[in-house]
């Protein structure tokens, strides 16, 4: 026993410098419609790491976002930076959408950022990440697009925002956005006649209240076909760990409405690999073919021995 006790005390210094991460990565799926997705055959995920990124200390990339030029792909992302532990906005690149080239960090601000939600207006690219760490919404427009972007509006104020996704429909701009930073419980809606406001709420919101299954926004809002459907984050068991879709019913400035949208996960933890552990965004994008292209994370849990020097 005596014995035993000795080698538990000499192991113990060496015990309590294991650390666990959750290690999260960037892949391609693809599939005729966004309720069939899966790995796309001829690509090797992840396709995008915390090892391609050159310019900053990484810890993982998560939240990928889709442009598409007149001659390349471009992907905004985000990326934990492991000395400062908040996240940084980086930017890849690819022609033919299946072989990406980490190029640097495009955004950076003294507090988190992440989800970086890329779209087109009026002959300009704007960003809506993520800001909860400084309980706002933010607008940010491309002024040397895609490197350079300057913080040009903001949307709203006061509460930890999660996850800021707008859209248009029927010629209005509506906005979900997460809150409950806690429990990822409650979903709010917004709307505008513009992208720079302002911002009124819904009159139904908050439209999903203390329901951690289908209120943390997960991705861009799509139209398949005639319906408008978004993505949420199923985050019942722990955060992050598979991806719903819902079908927006009805929504005017008085009413909405919302069903899911098929019986099965969107994306779903694959029990082993890249993302044995959970998914938690995906980008679609309608192909010429018909196709959906999408850009989704998982993640893994990893252990590590912290130094002590």
């Known amino acids: ?9 000499k192991a113990l210094p060496f015990l309590r410098r294991i650390r666990r991460k959750d290690d999260w990565a960037i892949g391609l799926y693809s599939g005729g ?35 598409r030029t007149e001659d390349r792909w471009l992907l905004f992302f985000e990326v934990l930076h492991a000395t400062l532990r908040r996240g940084q906005i980086g930017l ?44 706002q919404v933010r607008l940010y427009r491309a ?3 895609p490197l ?44 505008a006649t513009t992208p720079s406001g302002p911002w009124k709420e819904h009159p139904c919101s908050p439209i999903v209240q203390h329901d951690p299954r289908s209120a943390r926004p997960a991705g861009r809002v799509v139209h398949d076909g005639e319906r408008l459907v978004r993505f ?14 819902f079908e927006i019913t009805e929504l005017t400035p008085e009413r909405y409405a919302e069903r899911p949208y098929g019986t099965a996960s969107v994306l779903a933890p694959q029990r082993a690999g890249w993302n044995a552990c959970g998914m938690h965004t995906l980008d679609l994008h309608h192909m010429q073919n018909g196709n959906w292209l999408a850009l989704v994370d998982g993640y893994r849990k990893r252990f590590y021995v912290r130094h002590s020097w």
């Open 232 to 245: 949420a984050q199923d985050c019942s068991q722990h955060y992050g760990q598979r991806v719903l879709a």
């Open 143 to 145: 002024v040397e697009f």
């Open 148 to 191: 350079r972007w300057t913080h040009v509006a903001t949307l709203l104020e006061g509460d930890e925002y999660l996850d800021p996704t707008p859209f248009v429909y029927q010629g209005r701009w509506w906005m979900f956005v997460g809150t409950g930073i806690k429990d990822n419980g409650a979903l709010r809606l917004y709307h």
């Open 92 to 135: 890849a690149t690819s022609r033919n959408g299946k072989d990406w080239e980490y190029c640097q960090i495009v955004l950076r601000e003294p507090f988190h950022l992440s989800y970086p939600h890329v779209f087109a207006w009026d002959g300009s690219f704007y960003m809506t990440p993520e800001t909860a760490a400084c309980r």
């Open 33 to 67: 419609s966004p309720l069939t997705l899966a790995p796309m055959p001829d690509v090797r995920n992840p396709v995008l790491t915390a090892a391609h990124v050159r310019d900053v200390p990484a810890l993982f990339v998560a939240d990928p976002f889709l442009v």
């Open 1 to 9: 026993m005596s014995t035993l006790l000795a080698s538990l005390r």
